[in-house]
């Protein structure tokens, strides 16, 4: 079984991007950015069981995903 889905090849999953990307606008939700990768968040980590369902995915630039780190509990 072919594994494109965990690069986010999967051509279901290039149809939830859009859809998120279009719903927050392109725009990270922590910093505001809009310029840049944009990177397709789980607000729950999958690790952690989260979900590809709409209400668990958000839009954050590369520097605030990378920064998050896979962390479930956001830190100030």
């Known amino acids: 079984m072919s594994r494109s889905w965990a690069n986010g090849s999967h051509k ?10 279009q719903r927050d606008q392109s725009t ?9 990768q944009l990177h397709i968040d789980h607000i729950i980590p999958k690790r952690l069981n989260g ?16 920064r998050r780190g896979g962390s479930f509990f956001e830190h100030d």
Do not use: H
């Open 12 to 21: 279901g999953w290039r149809k939830v991007r859009q859809r998120i990307l």
């Open 51 to 66: 979900s590809d369902l709409d209400e668990n995915l958000r839009v954050l630039c590369q520097s605030c995903n990378l």
């Open 28 to 36: 990270c939700q922590l910093c505001g950015q809009t310029e840049g």
